[in-house]
């Protein structure tokens, strides 16, 4: 599994994994401050399985 991670307002990074087949498989809400969720910041994790 290939896992890329960017952050929620990153759309065009999201835009890009999602065109390329990756799929949301997380978040964290605090991974870079306590002050995130206020914000509207969080971690999103975006993963794809790879063919063998």
């Not at 949301?24 to 910041?41: C, L, M, Q, T, W």
């Amino acid at each position: 599994m290939a896992v890329h991670e960017t952050r929620s307002f990153n759309y065009k990074a999201i835009s890009f994994y999602k065109k390329n087949g990756f799929q949301v498989i997380g978040f964290d809400r605090y991974a870079y401050s306590n002050h995130d969720p206020e914000k509207h910041n969080m971690r999103i994790e975006m993963g794809k399985m790879l063919d063998r």
